[in-house]
């Protein structure tokens, strides 16, 4: 086991290196630059040369990749080029929001997808099965976007049920030690904090959890499927035999769908105008903020991997029968 964990993790080095190189030279090729973004309509060649020199932009493009993993070495990740704060701190500020997010839409895709994908294979052929593929298809192929906006339309502007932007009321005031709002309430002991949180979680949550939703339920499915054909199960046909025996891939599909969290955060976020770590790389892509997106997207890479590692990690747990040590 311990030699597993070991493999794996050293496999973030070049994992980690090919991400860097790509967001790299990516930003590099973008039109425009940080200086003229700063800068707007003050952009003259003399101070758009200024703030180049500034922050190192007109040395080669070898010299400027060197100084960066220079950086990372030191897990130094530079000042964003708008706000002069550490890459660090933003995040740090910003991480908790996307975190909330992106477990309260894990939350909605697991406790719906998986029921919804049982029972679709325990009624095979039935109403529920058609109806959850219905559903499944419906999830899979509606863009995250389109699905916010109906979403903040339906229930924010024409029912006034619930909230559309930001993480809460403007008319609370809680302290924040941790940053995670719904964390902060509870330590606070201001449940009319902690409901407005939840209201806030709502729409963004069903909207990014859709698509995940739709693939947990259609590998629940296949998965129930073929263990229900296994011949143990003609004579442990209950919900814990079965489900437990399909978990395997199960869980890793719950694993994978971190990265699809994650990445739909950006388009949910910005709909919401939701302060977490999606917006603030979108954000940072508008305003050409180098370090921002190299440090971001690093970030939400290191989180993808561990949390695949994990998802190896289960497997032993699920089923002993597995060797990770191989």
């Known amino acids: ?78 000042n964003s080029s708008v706000s002069r704060q550490p890459v660090t701190t933003e995040f740090r500020q910003r991480f908790p929001a996307t975190i909330e997010l992106a477990f309260a839409a894990g939350l909605f895709a697991v406790v719906f997808g998986i029921p919804l994908g049982f029972f679709a294979a325990k009624r095979y052929q039935g109403v529920v099965d058609h109806t959850s593929l219905v559903v499944s298809l419906i999830g899979i192929s509606t863009p995250i976007f389109f699905l916010a906006l109906i979403l903040k339309y339906v229930f924010s502007v024409r029912l006034g049920w619930l909230p559309s932007v930001g993480r809460m009321s403007v008319l609370i005031d809680v302290p924040h030690p941790t940053n995670f709002y719904l964390l902060d309430a509870i330590l606070a002991r201001n449940w009319t904090a902690f409901v407005d949180v939840s209201k806030h979680l709502i729409l963004p949550a069903i909207a990014l959890g ?75 892509i508008k305003a050409r903020n180098y370090p921002v997106i190299q440090g971001g997207v690093l970030f939400v890479a290191i989180i993808v991997v561990f949390v695949n590692l994990l998802v190896d990690l289960s497997y032993g747990v699920l089923n002993p029968r597995i060797r990770l040590s191989k």
């Open 1 to 78: 086991m311990l030699r597993f964990v070991v493999r794996r993790l050293l496999l973030l080095i070049p994992i980690l290196i090919g991400v860097s190189i790509l967001v790299f030279f990516w930003i590099r090729a973008l039109p425009g630059g940080p200086a003229a973004a700063l800068l707007g309509e003050r952009a003259t060649p003399e101070a758009v040369a200024a703030i180049e020199h500034q922050y190192g932009l007109d040395q080669p493009i070898y010299v400027q990749y060197g100084k960066y993993v220079k950086q990372l070495a030191t897990l130094q990740f530079g």
């Open 210 to 284: 859709s698509i995940p939703l739709a693939i947990i339920a259609r590998i629940t499915r296949a998965s129930v499927l073929d263990v229900q054909n296994e011949d143990y199960v003609r004579r442990a046909v209950d919900f814990h035999h079965v489900l437990r025996n399909a978990m395997l891939p199960i869980s890793t599909i719950i694993g994978l769908q971190v990265g699809l969290l994650l990445s739909g955060a950006v388009l949910t976020e910005t709909v919401f105008a939701f302060p977490g770590i999606g917006s603030w790389l979108v954000d940072a």
